[in-house]
């Protein structure tokens, strides 16, 4: 009966670690996720601020 409970209990805690195991990796993939959304963000961000100078500058020679 002890062996039992001890192998059932060694089961157990497998299956435990493979769970946090799984969420450790899914929380590696938000992370990676959430950076690739930083990084596009941000290349929009510089590409706007590009677009406006260029409209400014096109509107300024339009009007004078």
């Given at each position: 009966a002890i062996s039992h409970n001890v192998?059932?209990?060694?089961?157990g805690t497998k299956v435990i670690v493979g769970v946090l195991s799984q969420v450790a990796g899914s929380a590696t993939g938000v992370r990676t996720s959430a950076q690739t959304m930083l990084e596009a963000s941000e290349v929009m961000e510089t590409s706007a601020a590009k677009l406006r100078e260029e409209v400014e500058s096109f509107l300024a020679k339009v009007a004078s």
């Open positions: 192998a059932s209990a060694a089961e």
